[in-house]
């Protein structure tokens, strides 16, 4: 059988010749423009045909790559809306409705905001720096890693204080995306030379989106192959289709050159997003630590004054469909066992409400007012302990040995063997 998994000296209206099941996870492909552009071969799309034409042919296109893509699948679009005798010609939203058409739907619109244009615009104009990219799915039970790109980095420093406002995983990226064009030097070293490739960067992400390792990623109009060479560097499966064959010769040089020092690179990064497993955890233990203050606090106005201590055990992450919840322990150590039931009944209906509700904690509570059992079952953890006191758990108070609990100071409410050390000036 013939290898399909390479680009493809083939008209993009005969994918259905070459592809003949839904193998396809992913799409991303800009479209040859309207009219303006010759890409120097026969059949092109766009180039000389009048505006109806060019929209039935990508609908024709992206019908067939319709047909060849998962149910999971997702197609990303990158084109812009252009000028025909000063008036813009909304070619992204008419290119909208056609898909439409065929059963795509439209999920998201974003902006790709560009570095470089001409400084000068004409009457009525502002200067150009964006294009459109549109997202579309194939069903509502598509494929979106959104988890894969959160930022977690640049996160202002309320994440310390305020943790149960922040996803673990980082912030979700915005609809506007900046990713400056290549240039002519930095892609291809010489080999491209005809028109402007995609930036890499702006690929990787949306590879990371929407695909994993060994997935299938087509580019019906590959030109240069930017979609496909990052493709490859990150260990999916490619096909191209592309009608000049000039373009896909030196795709082919550019692989041979840069792939084996670009998909090192890509190890590389993927070892680095240990960087963001660190966060999720600092957030989730800067929850439960929070978490164990708060209820300190409201015990101490509600007057439950025989509250002495809190211990925090965190141990795992239960999952709940599309939530995920911390569990929790909170061992009270009380004073007396006067009011132990009434302070039991009213914690769990606190649990219940804002702000414990907003945690994603699922807590567990063990009540004891003997020091004794308080203090097995700390030993039991065999690890230093870190005690946080009722005004701030984003740094720990001091580093204690079991025996030394006795004496951890009135203040000093929460105990764990969490270890949070944070100074705030540092994530401003
Ligand atoms: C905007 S360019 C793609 C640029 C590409 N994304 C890159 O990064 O280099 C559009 C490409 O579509 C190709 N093309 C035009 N009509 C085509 C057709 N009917 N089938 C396949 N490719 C076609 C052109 O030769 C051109 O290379």
């Known amino acids: 059988m013939e290898d399909i998994f390479k680009v493809h000296h083939e008209d993009a209206r005969n994918i259905d010749k070459i592809i003949k099941n839904k193998i396809v996870d992913v799409t991303i492909t800009s479209p040859p423009y309207f009219d303006l552009k010759d890409y120097g071969s026969d059949n092109q799309i766009g180039y000389g045909q009048d505006y109806e034409a060019y929209l039935d042919d990508l609908k024709i296109v992206f019908q067939k790559v319709f047909n060849v893509t998962k149910e999971s699948g997702t197609l990303w679009v990158i084109i812009d809306a252009y000028r025909r005798e000063g008036e813009v010609v909304p070619l992204p939203f008419d290119f909208s409705h056609k898909l439409r058409e065929v059963g795509w739907k439209l999920k998201e619109v974003i902006i790709w905001g560009k570095d470089r244009t001409v400084p000068w615009a004409h009457k009525g104009q502002m200067r150009n720096l964006f294009e459109y990219i549109l997202v579309f799915s194939k069903s509502d039970d598509f494929n979106f890693y959104i988890d894969e790109v959160r930022d977690f980095e640049t996160l202002k420093k309320w994440w310390v204080k305020y943790p149960e406002r922040y996803n673990p995983k980082g912030k979700t990226p915005d609809a506007i995306w900046n990713f400056d064009i290549p240039t002519q030097g930095s892609w291809g070293n010489g080999y491209i030379r005809h028109f402007c490739p995609l930036p890499e960067e702006m690929i990787e992400q949306m590879l990371k989106l929407t695909t994993k390792e060994d997935d299938v990623v087509l580019d019906c109009f590959s030109g240069s192959g930017s979609v496909l060479s990052k493709a490859l560097n990150m260990k999916r499966r490619y096909i191209g289709f592309e009608l000049n064959q000039e373009y896909i010769d030196m795709f082919h040089n550019y692989i041979k050159e840069t792939n084996e020092e670009k998909s090192s690179k890509y190890?590389?990064?993927?070892?680095?997003?240990?960087?963001?497993?660190?966060?999720?955890?600092?957030?989730?233990?800067?929850?439960?630590?929070?978490?164990?203050?708060?209820?300190?606090?409201?015990?101490?106005?509600?007057?439950?004054?025989?509250?002495?201590?809190?211990?925090?055990?965190?141990?795992?992450?239960?999952?709940?469909?599309?939530?995920?919840?911390?569990?929790?322990?909170?061992?009270?150590?009380?004073?007396?066992?006067?009011?132990?039931?009434?302070?039991?009944?009213?914690?769990?209906?606190?649990?219940?409400?804002?702000?414990?509700?907003?945690?994603?904690?699922?807590?567990?509570?063990?009540?004891t007012h003997k020091v004794t059992s308080f203090i097995e079952i700390l030993t039991n953890e065999k690890k230093d302990l870190y005690i946080y006191d009722f005004k701030a758990t984003h740094r720990f108070v001091k580093k204690i040995k079991i025996e030394e609990l006795n004496r951890s100071g009135k203040n000093n409410v929460i105990i764990s063997s969490i270890q949070v050390d944070l100074n705030e000036s540092d994530y401003a």
């Open 267 to 367: 190890c590389i990064s993927k070892k680095n997003r240990i960087g963001q497993a660190k966060f999720e955890k600092l957030v989730n233990d800067l929850r439960a630590l929070k978490y164990a203050r708060l209820l300190y606090k409201k015990l101490q106005t509600e007057g439950f004054k025989n509250v002495l201590k809190i211990y925090v055990k965190r141990t795992y992450t239960l999952s709940n469909g599309d939530r995920k919840y911390l569990k929790v322990k909170y061992l009270f150590l009380l004073e007396d066992r006067s009011r132990k039931n009434e302070i039991a009944k009213k914690v769990e209906d606190w649990t219940k409400k804002a702000p414990f509700s907003k945690f994603g904690i699922a807590p567990t509570y063990l009540y």
